[in-house]
Each structure stands twice: as C-alpha cells, then as structure tokens.
C-alpha cells in the first residue's frame, strides 16, 4: 500500500510539475529526426544503411527512457557522483587515444560490445555536472585567479584530450560552455572581458598561422610543420580555407559545403517534398554525412523554408522552456546544470546548422535530436532529463520565476 | 535580524542578478537564432532559383531522340523505304558501375560482356577503349554492345535461362529499302545528320539521320519529323538515375510518290545490262511512273566500303542518274521541234515537198541522211516516219535557228525540268551568245543543220525528253513533271501552254503515229496489239567518228487517241533507235497495258 502510494505521489509531482513543452518540443524533433533519417538513407545501395532510420527509433527510445529516468530522479542525488564520473570520462577519453577505432583519420570511437561509444560526449556531460558542483560551492569567488584556474583546469583537460582525438569540433564546444556557465554562475564582467581578450588574441595567433604563411608562399609541408607546432593539422587549414573560398577545391572539400548550401538554397519556400530531396537522392549531398551532419539540409531541401523555420522554432521552444526551468531552479546548481547544458545544446545547434547554410567552416558537429547518433542522442536526452529533473524537483514551483513569469520584474526589484 | 535581512537582500539580489545574465544568455541564443533565420530566409527564399538552377545544372542531363523518319510509298501505296526495328544488346553501365576508379568499371562491363558472349554466341565488340569513352562522354545512355544483331543471336539472348543484369535489348529504328535496289536512284539513301549548332543546348546527342540523296533529300525536312528531348537525372557520379520525356518526338511524314513499281520494275527489267535510262511520265499530269537509270543504283553498296569503292570506280557509273543527269543530243528525236516551229511559223504545211538526195549540201560540206541513197520527194508526214535528215536540215535553214530555238525553249529544251531531285542537268540549248562565249566563234549555218537534227551542241537528258513528248501527247501542255504531289495537288502543274494549231498536231501525230504503224515506219518494232501509239526514233551519233557509236533514243506516247503514257528511252552504245530502242519500248508498253488490263506483274516478284 505504501509503496503503491508513494509511486503515485512521485507519478503525481512528475506530470504535474515536468515541462510538457519541452517534452513536446523533444518528441517532435526526434520524430522529426526519425523520419529524415530514412530520407537521408532510403536510397543507399547498402541495407545497413537503409535501415538506420530503425537504429534512430531505438536510440531515440532508448534516450526517451534515459530522459524520464533522469527526470523522476532528483539531480541532487547525482551531485556526489559527478567526480567519479568525470575521472572515468577522463580515463575513457585517454583509452580511447590508445584503443579507439580510427575513422577518418580521428580516433573517436571506443567499440563496447559492438555499439560505438564516443567518450567525448560522456566528457560533456561529465564536465557540466562538475563545473555545475564546483561553481555551485558556497563561498567560491570567481574573482580569484585559484578558483578561475580551477574552474578553467575542470574543462581543459578533457577538451585538451579531446583535441588528441582529434575532434576539434568536439572540442572547441567546451569553450562556450564553459564561459557560459561561469557567466550564469556570477563571474564578474570584467574577469569574462579579459578572457574574450584573451580569446581574442589566441584566435588572431592561429588564423596567423593558418592563413599568413600560405599568403607568404610557404610550401603545404612547411606550412603543415607551423601548424603542427600550434597543434592543428593541414586539413584544420583546408577546411578553413574551403570555407573563405569555396570554389578553391569545388570537388573535393569544398564540395560538402557547395552541395548542402545547394540542397537548402534549391528547397525553396516550401521544399520538394518528403523523400523528394534530389541533392540527397542523387548522391550530391554524400551519403556518409547526409544522416548525421547533415540532416538539416536534408530537412530544409526536402521541407524548404517552412521547415528550416520549424526546426529552429523547436530549438528556440526547448531553449526557452529550458531557461524557465533554470530561473525556477530550487538551487544554483541545479540552475548552473540547465545553463550549461542548454548551451551545449545552442552551439551544436547554432554551428551545425550554420554549417550547413554555408556560414561557418564545417566542424563535424551533429545537430542535436535529429543526426543520426548513439552516443550523442543519448547524451542530449539525458541532459534534458536532467534539465527536467530539475524543473520537477523544485521545492516552490509557484514561487521564484512562475509568478513572475519569463521577463517579469525580479524579486525585491 | 538586520543582518540576516541583509544577507537575505543581497543573496536575493545576487540571486537576480544571476536570473538576468541567463535572461541575456537566452536572448543572445534567441538572437542568434534568429540570425540563423534569417540566412536561410536569404538562401531559400531570396536566393532559391539561384540555387535550384545550380542543382538542375548539375543533375540534368538534355539527351535529343530522333524522330522516326516518315516513310515512302508507290502511287498504289507499296511501300518503298520504311524503318525496321534494329535490335541491338545494351549494356546500362550505372547498373555495372564498380566502386573506386572508372577503370573498375571498365573492366568488369568487358569481362561481362566476354561472359555474355559465349552465352550469345557472339565474341565481344566493343574494346575497352569504347567503353571507356562511352563512361566519359555518355555516362547515362546505355552502351550498346552488340549492334544489329540478328534473329538467331535475338533468340539465343532471349530464351537463354541465364538473368543479364544491367542489360536489355534496344531496339533503334533502321532505314530500309523493301524494294531494293528499285528505284534507287529516285529513292536516294540517308546518312547520319550531322550536329547541328543550334541544337547546342543539348548535353548528349543521338545522331539521327538525313536524307543524302533522291526524294530522301528532296524531302527530308517532311520525312524527317522533329526530334523530341528526354531529360535524364543523374546522379553525383554521372550514372543515370531516371528520365522523363522532355518532349514527344514529332514522326516523319509518310510520302507518297507518283512512281508505280510495277512499271518501274519493267523498266528497269528492261534496262537490265545496258547502260541507259528511261522515264515513263502521265502527260496529264506530270507524273512520273517511273524514272529508271541503267546500270541501277543499289543503295545496300553503301554499307560495304569494298563495294562502294567497286560501285564509284565502275565504269558504267551505276552512281550516276542517267535520267536527269544524262545530257544526251536528242538525235532524230528533236525533229517534231523542228516541224512544229516550221508549222506554226507558217513557213510550211503538212504538203512541203523536199527532195532527199541521201545528203543536205552547205557549200563544201556535206550533211549525210541515214540513208545514204537518198529518200527522193517527201511530204512533213513522210519525212517523220523516214526520220528524214535531208528533209528537216532543210525546213530549219529555211525556216532559220531563231525559230527552232524559240521552240524548243518553249518546250522547256535548255531547263531544268523542276522535277526535284539533285542533279538534274539543263541539257543544252545552243546560241549564237553561247557559242560565242564557248567557241569564240558565231553562229553558222553548219550549226543549224545540226541542230535541226538534233545532234552538234543540242543536248537534252532522257527526262527532258519524256516532258517533250508528254506535251505532243496533251496537245500542247508543257508539264512539270512529279514525282509526288504536294498536299491538294492534283492536276498537275503548266509549265508552259504552246496553243498549238490543232493542225500542226495533226500532222506531228499523224508522222509520229506512222512512225510505228507504217510499215516501211523507222519505230515499227515498238509496235504493240491493240493500242496505237505515236512515237519517234532517234540515233544520235558520239565518240571519235570511228567507232560508230550511238545512242539510241525512242519517244512514244500511247494511246495515240486518249494519251496516258508518254516515254523517253535511251540507251547508250547500241545499233539504233528503231532497232535498239523500239523493241524495248514495245516491251515496255505491253506490260504497262497488261498492268492496266489487269493482268498484273506480281509486286513480290524479283527484278530478274
């Protein structure tokens, strides 16, 4: 009996206080994602591949449960685990330098009982749970060099280890991120201003690098030495250096760009219809990626402007649901978690989909719910998850944000 | 308390302070968004038609597809030149396309077809460069392996248990001659048309074919409909992916000509061996029965190099149209010119009295009659059925070239017909400017004398020829003669209306009609039962003097009361007119009376 009614009473505060638009916007996006899958694969010659839309449906499942799981549990209970899960996404990222599977010249993959697993998005996940602890502790100065070294050190391992992989897409998120949350987490203005000076000043020095020497008729191997020493690789510089002129290497690196800009400029208004996208049909958007970095071009060749739109609008729902949740978060961890992840979220949203419109180089990032992905979709479900766990676990709903709504007037103000 | 209610105001502050960095946090995102937006809102809506032209360039391939060519049928409607489907084994390449380097491909479509070979029977005939070219150049149109390829290959392709992946039978329409080789000169034959520059904005041309020579040429823009389009989507590798109908090729008209093939196979039947030709006109209406050059024309030689080598260095030129671009002196056969204008002039009458003496003296020379003792007096009538040389020399010096020149010009001697096939020659009608121009020398009295006999500059082709006696044979209507009808025209067109003396054609006929009938007449040997006819020998002496050569012409018209027929003959290098040309043109005009009488030639029969 008891039992029984302490299963309602979690049922009850479950669906009454968990955000049903953010549930809305996620079952949407993964139908969504479901259904472009298997028009990104349905003319693949291989039927593994054909079949991938099914794989989607049982990853998405299977982060659906993760995501319900994640939100009945209260995210407190998983405070005093976020260490130990962050020193394990360290050894997994280590291992995986040792014995990942090599594809495309990037060691990524760890292989668990046939299912590939990336560690660097464990490593995301792990590393917003402990910089949400670490900023969350009473008494922390984010004024103080110790504490910015700290919190800067929680990051920069495994984005260093990362960049090993290496995954510079992967890992150029940590950045953002992690700024975001130090931001959210009180960090003075000025302290954030001298880091984008900072920031600034580095990123002057490598495109220096990548884009001078070249200039100055440097030959690809010197130029490939340079570049090493500042820890790139040439095919950093050939993307980068497709993305500023595409037409330098139209048929080979330039063409994953071309295409996809092609596949969403010929869209139109209203696309050409489901399973219709002919760039994909035809094998001009290359099959490899049409599924997974891709599917947004598949989505807005085939669905046009009117999709492009309602894919986006889906992001800005989950966004803004989201960010009700931090405002009405019961704690300042709880809100740090949501900030953090909810900005994982915008920059694979913003960079994959700016990618795909031919407004930022391509860094191989997946467009969250909808590229086809393990690792990835289960990471983001059960981020949200948590995002939700949060929003269910709030001890006074009606007080801090509800009554004030979104951009109501603060407390005390 | 007071501390505790400030540490709470601070914390709340802090607190709101924190709530609005995320508020600015989520507008940034938003913003972001919205820029994100705002870009594809360019790409897709602004931008869209630039971009969808880009992908229709890149994945759109315009492939042209010949029409089929009209076809050619006799006045009874047997068909002449028609199109047969020609099976040919087509490899699909995108279906065998292999991974990896186009050479893979390559390779495994010719280890293919080796294996398909021994299937069918037939070794491989396409080498390994060919497809390659064809990978490069044509990548989405099929290959095709084996071309033409007959019955029994067909069969063994297609009752063969064995499933050819990536292959089919395609079928292309060929050319073809049922008759063959009748009337191959009039027919003509195709060749591949060659690219058209204003068909550029087609990415893959299929050739299809022009007419070349004859009514194939004449009238290849009818025959030859228009091409339709296909658009063929490919993929990012080039294969082909689908393909749509652009637009629906127009077929060729089918043309019907005025040639009858009974007749024609006659005629031709009855050129057999001889170098020669002969036209057989309608004098109603111009047209044409039939149109034959000796030695015939086949049009199969030009599928065979060594034979088309044999048929140009032949020395009979079995190339050439004897019929209307044979320029032969008309011989005896231009007399009825010569009495005609003397007739109309008034200069003389059916009773003009001329004595033969077997020669026509101009100071020195001598013009010899055939007959060399001499024909002694003779009346117009007599004078045409003798074929007299001393009779006519003399009524054109009298009655003078300008007349006779006049004449025959009216009577289309000089011009082309308007018969429409390439190659028609003008024959020649000599002046005093031509030969001026030609000779540096004036018009002369010896000039005239050959002229009144139709030999010296006087040159007419066998057609020209079939148009004069038409016209004697309508009473006066110079008929443009046809070989089809253009669409509503029936009659015929006039060239020229001579308004003749129903007198003047009395006579003309009546010597003409004695010609055959009489029994001393120099075409009796054309002489058949039952129907009358009117005609005219001729025997047109060429070569070095020496050698005797002739060419032996024959004009005849029958019936002599309600014409129908009206024929030319002539052949080359024979005894006579009377004793080359009038049994062949008998030969002739019986079967074209057994043919209308009903006792028919049977159309399947052989030339032999």
Redesign the interface.
Known sequence: MLAVAGVTRVAKRFFTRMSWTMTFAVVALLVIGVFFVYSACYVSEESPVRLLYKKQMVWGFAGFLCYWALAVTDYRHLRKLSWTFYAASIVLLILVLFVGTTIYGAKRWLMFLGIGVQPSEIAKFAVVFVLARKLSRPGLNLAEPRALLEVAGIALVPLCLILLEPDFGTALVFVPMTL?MM????MPARILGIIFLIGAVLLGVLMAAMFVPPALGVTREEHGDILKWIGLRTYHYDRLAVFFDADLDPLAKGWNKRQS?????????FGKGYLKG??N????L?RSVAPTDFIFSVI?EEK??MG??TV?GL??VL??SG?RT??SAPD?MG?LLC?GF??LL?CH??VN??MT???MPITGLPLPLLSYGGSFMMVTMASLGIVQSVRIHAKQPKV??QQRG??GP???? | MTSTNDLE?IL????????????I??CF??L??TF??G???R???L??S???S??TR??IRRVRRPAPRGRMFDRNGVLLAGNRPSYSIAVFVEELRQPGRISNTVARIATYLDEVGTTIGKAREVTHDEIAIHIRKRRPLPLLAWKDIDEVTLARWSESPRNFRGMDIYVEPVRVYPGAPIAGHTIGYVGRRDWDETDTPYHYYLPDIKGRAGIERTLDDRLSGKAGGRLV?????GFK?DEQVEIDPVPGEDVMLTIDVRIQRVVEDVLLGERGACVVMSPRNGDVLAIASAPAFDTTVLKNAARYKAAMQDAGRPMFNRAISGAYPPGSTFKPVVAIAALEAGLATAETMIDCPGYYAVGEARFNCWRTIGHGPLDMRRSLEQSCNTYFIDLGVQIGYERIFHMASALGFGRRTGLGLRGEVSGLMPDDAWKRKKYRDGWRKGDTCNASIGQGFVLASPLQMAVFVSTLANGGNVMRPRLFAEAGETAGEIVNKMNWDPDTLDVVRGGMLDVIHATTGTGRLAKIKHVRMAGKTGSAEYGPRSKRKKYAWMIVFAPVERPRYAIALVIENALSGGRTAAPRVQRIMERIFDIEQGIDVDLAEGGA
């Open positions: 975001a931001y959210a987490a009180g800009e092609i596949a969403v400029g010929s869209g139109g208004m002919t760039q049909i035809l094998g001009f290359p807005a046009g402007f492009s739109l986006l992001f800005s966004m803004v960010v931090a405002l300042k809100r900030v909810l900005s915008f949203v913003f989909i700016a419109v031919g407004l801090a944000f979104l951009w603060a407390v005390g103000g | 105001a709340a502050n802090l607190h709101n302070d924190e709530a609005i960095r995320v508020r946090m989520l995102a938003l972001a968004f994100l937006g870009s594809i809102w790409i897709q809506v931008k869209a630039e971009y969808r880009s992908e890149q994945s989507r490919v993929d990012a590798s992916y």
